[in-house]
């Protein structure tokens, strides 16, 4: 296809002329102007549209010729862009003959007009071609990176690979400074805690957004199709709250906790929901607990241990919402209700995706110990036969591993098997306890001038948001074959010199734990700052 565009004033005064010099034909042929071609024919989007990414880079390389011949020295470009889909005020992007550029106009359902002028310098005529240009998110699933690289203000990098991002065929990417990009500076202080959630991922006000909070004691939420902020204003904070760490449970309920107490947030709603505060943990600073995002699960949906108990989350409806987990009456492997003097290290599902496990230290001995929990079981045909959730083992952890679990940097567990990683700054060891005997793998080596600081269980960011769609029967996911069968850790070599690390497991070792060290296996991204925090976001 070729277009030109005269502007219409030149086309009247050129008309006017050719109509005062209409008796001399001679002249005029000898006169004419030499024609001055667009064509975009041998480009990728011959059509005049444009579908591009946002922050990724255009390439726009049409033919030029002047009476036949390119490379004119005689000709001026000038690319411009519309500052808005309803807008024709417009900002220049270039004057090169090709268009590079990144695109970082706002994501939006209807076009940008683009254009390109040529300027015939010999008589001041301009050829124009214009483009309709649709900027669309390219960020999908992958390894959300928090970073600084000053030790004041963060900001977000995101990984995407083939083998940890769903319906991605591109090479391996890492895109930086995101919120910056997005927002025009980064973000004022520390990242502290990151959490995913897809928001009404089953109505049309899908949302894919990372809810942070700050070192500042502050959230915020960004939208993941471009970064951007969103509106992380609290309808009403309540004296003494404090943003610690964002825990997904359930599709409509997530908890902030920490120092201040468990909280209760809605997060469905457009903004921040009035926190509500479920339970009073008498300032434990680093709550660990154990949450279940399956919806169709049954209770308890989380577990975590305050001052001697563990308490248990009943349901959104619930009265109470939150109670002690009383195993009165009932066969249980220990007393949920004493266990005084202890330190939760470590928390979350394990060995067949329902069981609640944490892993415990004595304050006064020293000495660890896993404690499982198992839900309720509901048999609606004969209720007899139901069981009500229950304290289930109590597994002693053989004190040769209390140096190890000392100088541990992370502790997760296998969601379906009974396996525990314990991460230090130099090795990954998988710890196996199932049948109540514990064993140790074989340990990961992490590559050596390196120190770990971050290790998790590689799991898709839906399905942390919601197993659900990946367990049930109507699943609408893609799960991927290292989602639940890896592990991705951070690692630094310097001050703000980070690395990222995926690390398959070894597919008939999984039970085991064992890691893959083949490197052919093993992914790596470089080129980070200082990592503060690390989690996958969906799609």
């Not at 900027?135 to 990984?159: M, Q």
């Not at 799960?479 to 070599?493: C, E, K, Q, W």
Request: aromatic share 12%; hydrophobic share 35%; glycine share 8%.
């Amino acid at each position: 296809m070729k277009k030109q565009i005269i502007p219409v004033l030149l086309v009247l005064i050129y008309g006017l002329t050719l109509s005062s010099c209409y008796d001399d034909k001679s002249s005029l042929d000898a006169d004419k102007l030499p024609e001055v071609v667009i064509d975009v024919t041998g480009t990728a989007y011959p059509n005049g549209v444009i579908h591009a990414g946002y922050m990724e880079k255009l390439t726009l390389s049409p033919k030029i010729t002047k009476d036949g011949a390119e490379n004119r020295t005689d000709l001026s470009y000038k690319w411009s862009l519309a500052q808005t889909p309803s807008s024709m005020d417009h900002d220049v992007i270039s004057e090169e003959k090709e268009l590079d550029y990144v695109i970082r106009r706002a994501i939006e359902p209807k076009a940008y007009k683009l254009w390109l002028t040529v300027t015939d310098n010999g008589n001041t005529m301009e050829y124009q071609y214009f483009w309709d240009l649709y900027v669309e998110s390219t960020f999908g699933e992958g390894i959300l990176v928090s970073y600084t690289k000053d030790g004041t203000t963060s900001d977000f990098a995101l990984i995407m690979d083939p083998q940890i991002s769903s319906d991605y065929n591109k090479p391996a990417s890492v895109r930086e400074g995101l919120y910056q990009a997005a927002n025009g500076g980064p973000i004022s202080s520390l990242i502290r805690n990151t959490c995913y959630t897809a928001d009404a991922y089953r109505w049309s006000s899908y949302q894919n957004i990372i809810r942070a909070t700050k070192s500042d004691g502050g959230i915020l939420f960004v939208n993941c199709k471009d970064y951007s902020r969103m509106d992380d204003e609290m309808i009403f904070v309540p004296t003494g709250f404090v943003a610690d760490k964002f825990i997904k449970v359930n599709s409509g309920t997530i908890f902030n906790a920490g120092a201040a107490g468990v909280y209760l947030m809605d997060m469905n709603s457009k903004k921040p929901a009035m926190p509500a505060l479920v339970h009073d943990n008498g300032g434990v600073a680093d709550m660990k607990i154990s949450g279940d995002s399956f919806d169709g699960s049954e209770s308890p949906a989380a577990i975590w241990y305050h001052n001697g108990k563990f308490y248990r989350f009943n349901s959104n409806f619930s009265s109470p919402k939150v109670s002690a987990f009383d195993n009165t009456g009932i066969t249980a492997a220990f007393d949920p209700t004493n266990l005084p003097n202890k330190e939760c290290k470590a928390a979350g599902l394990s060995s067949d995706k329902e069981t609640h496990t944490f892993l415990m230290k004595d304050k006064t001995s020293g000495s660890y110990a896993i404690y499982t929990f198992s839900k309720e079981v509901t048999n609606w045909s004969d209720p007899d036969l139901s069981l009500p959730a229950r304290a289930k083992a109590k597994i002693d952890i053989p004190a040769s591993l209390n140096t190890m679990l000392n100088d541990a940097v992370s502790v997760f567990f296998i969601n379906d098997y009974p396996v525990m990683y314990v991460a230090t700054q130099t090795v990954i060891t998988p710890v196996i306890f199932g049948g109540g005997v514990v064993t140790t793998g074989t340990a990961y080596s992490v590559p050596a001038g390196e120190s770990l600081t971050i290790a998790k269980l590689f799991q898709q960011g839906v399905y942390v948001d919601n197993r659900e769609e990946f367990d049930s029967s109507y699943s609408e996911r893609i799960s991927l074959p290292l989602n639940n069968r890896a592990v991705y850790f951070a690692t630094s070599t310097g001050q703000y010199t980070g690395n990222v690390y995926v690390v398959p497991m070894v597919t008939n070792q999984v039970s085991s734990g064992t890691l893959d060290t083949s490197p052919a296996k093993i992914l790596k991204f470089t080129g980070f700052g200082k990592i503060l925090e690390m989690t996958v976001q969906g799609k």
